[in-house]
């Protein structure tokens, strides 16, 4: 692979790492709820994770498809990490509040 072909693949990665959280955001405010897409994303990103990790155990013997599970562990990851990223830090910013007691 040349490096122009690997910064573009590079760039396509964190770019979808970077764009998705719009989309996480967005099903947690209008439909789901946090928790629900933190639950929900976090098990995309963890099949995300099992299959860059299968993919990097069989390319030897079946390299088509190690290239298969790879780009789809990548993608499972950027998807899990836009899911879970807005979301984490509203969550952090709930537990601030409930420790110091609501003054409203």
């Known amino acids: 692979m040349s490096d122009s072909v690997a910064a573009s693949h590079v760039l396509l990665f964190v770019s979808t790492a970077y ?8 099903l947690a405010d209008s439909f789901f709820g946090k ?4 639950v929900l994303f976090s098990i995309v990103y963890t099949l995300g994770l099992f299959a860059l990790s299968l993919g990097a155990f069989v390319v030897r013997v079946w390299p088509a498809v190690a290239w298969t599970l790879t780009w789809s562990g990548l993608l499972g990851i950027a998807f899990g990490t836009g ?11 709930c537990q601030i509040d409930a420790l110091r007691g609501k003054t409203e």
């Open 19 to 26: 764009f998705t959280p719009l989309l996480g955001g967005y």
């Open 83 to 93: 899911g879970i990223k807005p979301c984490v830090s509203t969550l952090g910013a």
């Open 35 to 38: 928790h629900t897409v933190i």
